[in-house]
């Protein structure tokens, strides 16, 4: 058995390091079965060695968090102690210092996982990337980041982004309105996504000059989209028809990310979904990129990792 101390440069930092009625240093305690010992003002691990040396690791990565003014929260307290129980810690260095976006008020928005940098590299790198995972996963959310950098760098001129009118477990005949209103409340995530990274202001401007076109997927047909950063997301309740009619919309210089998940499937009994489908025939053909997020990628609460992991054993 050993004892090695915390060390912190003031009573803030110790604070953030052991968050909030102490869940962080817990967490870790209990992942690697060791103790926090106070003595005279001073906190230590204890326990066996191996155990302690790798809930130091994770303290020490957490403390570079903090000093990056990163947050620190449970769900990453979490995924730290993974990867360190995988001696996979240092993955995570390049997370640190790496912006992806800056949102309208200000903020930096990171990749919270090593599954989410891959993920963000592959968009930055391919023509067509698809980004399949579990909810919570940052899909749809780090896309329309790639997506805005992309216009605001001059590299698109327009930002298009659709989804199938599929319901899950409702029905649109229900809803008021055209197609286009009776979607409306599917396509609220890319909504709130936009509006976060530009601005209510300018994200209203650039609607109504036709800059930002969100619409339903039926309305691609036809068209070929070019110079535009194109997203399809929630894509697993494509039918193969469909998302071979999306993908032979590219047009020149421009870029489309798919997202989805294929543990929520939404469409009639016998349609195989379009997302595997074009996964299955596409995976090996340069400048497609395909990842595969997992539950280890869930940004969320934690609870959502459970729950995700839980349903992921049972569909096995």
């Given at each position: ?254 870029k489309m990310v798919i997202t989805g998940d294929l543990t929520q499937v939404d469409l009639p009994k016998g349609l195989t979904s379009g997302l595997k489908h074009a996964i299955k025939i596409l995976k090996d053909i340069d400048d497609i990129g395909i990842i595969r997020l997992n539950e280890k990628d ?19």
């Amino acid at each position: 058995m050993i004892s090695r101390k915390i060390e912190v440069e003031s009573m803030d930092e110790l604070v953030k390091l052991f968050g909030p009625f102490d869940e962080n240093i817990k967490t870790i305690c209990t992942a690697f079965d060791v103790k926090v010992v106070m003595q005279d003002g001073q906190s230590s691990l204890y326990g066996e060695e191996a155990n302690v040396n790798k809930a130091m690791s994770v303290v020490e990565k957490l403390k570079s968090f903090i000093y990056s003014d990163d947050n620190v929260d449970i769900g990453r307290v979490n995924y730290l102690c993974d990867l360190a129980k995988s001696d996979k810690l240092d993955e995570v260095d390049e997370l640190l210092n790496d912006i992806v976006a800056i949102t309208s008020r200000g903020k930096p928005i990171k990749c919270k996982t090593v599954g989410q940098k891959k993920y963000v590299d592959l968009m930055k790198k391919n023509t067509i990337t698809f980004g399949v995972g579990p909810a919570g996963t940052g899909k749809t959310y780090l896309a329309v980041a790639i997506a805005v950098n992309a216009y605001k760098a001059k590299q698109v001129e327009k930002i298009i982004l659709t989804r199938p009118a599929v319901e899950a477990g409702e029905k649109l005949g229900f809803l008021p309105g055209d197609l286009q209103e009776k979607v409306n409340p599917y396509l609220r995530p890319l909504y709130d996504a936009l509006q976060e990274m530009l601005g209510l202001e300018t994200y209203g401007k650039l609607m109504e000059r036709g800059t930002i076109e969100i619409a339903p997927l039926a309305y691609m047909r036809g068209r070929t989209l070019s110079n535009a950063y194109v997203i399809l997301d929630e894509a697993q309740n494509t039918t193969r028809e469909q998302i071979k009619m999306f993908l032979t919309r590219l047009g020149e210089n421009s870029k489309m990310v798919i997202t989805g998940d294929l543990t929520q499937v939404d469409l009639p009994k016998g349609l195989t979904s379009g997302l595997k489908h074009a996964i299955k025939i596409l995976k090996d053909i340069d400048d497609i990129g395909i990842i595969r997020l997992n539950e280890k990628d869930v940004v969320r609460h934690p609870l959502v990792q459970k729950i995700v992991k839980a349903y992921e054993t049972e569909d096995k």
